[in-house]
């Protein structure tokens, strides 16, 4: 019987240090009769000589596009922007099934080629909850930089100076840390703890955004979370401009209100001066926060929004926020999805990767154009050139 391989890619994106595997869940996926390689990672935050302990095979860093076949390809962000058709089995975060831009650039790589995304954003259980998020991670770390960029931008030595580069943290107590640290440099000019407020605060993003606050020493008289019930009346929210630092968490599956403008932002109360967008819809069409419009990095955290007085006002937007801490967030992460992925033998039979294989094929109908050129056979049925 032919063992069912999966392939580690190393990552590619700036700063990006987490991996869909931990020597620990390699092990139970070797304990259980797969063959997995890992390709060897300057970047990643486990050592390959940890994945090579526990008995997997090394491979070349970026031999991904060589492998077999029939091996299935595993990692987190995004694919290097290349045109080449792809003819594996992917399962990644894609970020191209709500419209994002590009998004027909990349998924129709997949078709052309005869391949396959497993996009791990839409693994779902029976009660159609993610069955492995890093949203925990991304609330915590995201809540953490907009502390640190609200001490920053108090201290008039940093005037017109952007929050500079940050690293990631080996651990959350070494974050939390320096999250207090920040906080007592900003009381210093400011008199007083910050008021945050954050939205989709019931939910893991929010619950991780929540928690760091708590830890670093913030009351909870000076946390505002809010969910569905706050939020249903519909946005621009007067709350938001007269908090300290908004943090957004939510999942957005549909158009909504915006929670902030540029015109709410004109408020004579405004005390809003960071904004951390941790759901990072920034190409979305829909995107709640609409006075902003491109992501940021670790290298650069912040973007400056245009305001027409003090307190100056900065976005957060970066889309891999959970790699502020890549080991812990990594470990969370693939000790949720393990179960699912020791199925991945019988996927065509079992109900999560049937139905991510489904909502692929979906997707790939409703590519338009010059995208569905060479698409030709899909899972056994004819797809037709243009709109269906």
């Not at 954003?121 to 915590?140: K, P, S, W």
């Amino acid at each position: 019987m032919t063992l069912t391989t999966l392939h580690l890619r190393s990552e590619c994106k700036p700063f990006e240090h987490r991996s869909a595997l931990t020597p620990r869940t390699t092990k139970k996926l070797l304990d259980a009769g797969y063959q997995v390689n890992i390709e060897r990672s300057p970047e990643r935050i486990f050592k390959d000589s940890e994945f090579e302990a526990v008995g997997a095979t090394l491979v070349p860093e970026g031999s991904w596009p060589s492998a077999p076949q029939d091996h299935l390809i595993i990692g987190l962000k995004e694919l290097p922007e290349e045109d080449f058709p792809l003819k594996h089995t992917h399962i990644q975060f894609a970020h191209c099934y709500k419209n994002q831009s590009n998004w027909e650039e990349v998924l129709s790589r997949f078709p052309s080629g005869s391949g396959t995304l497993l996009d791990l954003e839409f693994l779902t259980n029976d009660t159609g909850r993610r069955v492995a998020a890093f949203g925990y991670h991304a609330g915590y770390a995201g809540a953490a930089i907009a502390i640190i960029t609200w001490a920053w931008q108090l201290d008039p030595a940093h005037k017109n100076t952007p929050l500079p580069a940050v690293d990631y943290y080996k651990s959350e107590s070494d974050l939390v840390a320096k999250v207090k640290s920040s906080i007592d440099e900003g009381v210093r000019f400011s008199t007083h703890l910050p008021r945050i407020l954050v939205i989709g605060a019931l939910g893991r993003c929010g619950n991780g955004a929540v928690t760091l606050c708590e830890q670093a020493g913030i009351p909870a008289s000076s946390i505002l979370k809010w969910d569905l019930p706050e939020t249903k009346k519909g946005g621009p929210f007067q709350e938001i401009v007269e908090s300290d630092i908004f943090v957004n968490c939510i999942y957005l599956s549909s158009p909504i209100p915006p929670f902030v403008s540029p015109a709410s932002l004109a408020s004579p109360s405004r005390k809003l001066s960071v904004v951390c967008d941790v759901s990072c819809d920034t190409t979305n069409p829909h995107n709640p926060i609409p006075i902003y419009d491109i992501c940021t990095t670790f290298s650069h955290p912040t973007v400056p929004v245009k305001v027409d007085r003090d307190p100056p006002l900065s976005v957060i937007s970066i889309d891999h926020l959970p790699s502020l801490l890549p080991r812990e967030a990594s470990e969370a992460f693939s000790e949720d999805l393990i179960p699912y992925l020791l199925t991945l033998k019988d996927r065509k039979t079992e109900r999560v990767w049937q139905q991510a294989e489904e909502l692929f094929k979906e997707k790939v109908m409703t590519l338009s154009g010059k995208w569905r050129q060479g698409v030709g056979f899909l899972g056994g049925s004819s797809i037709p050139s243009g709109r269906p």
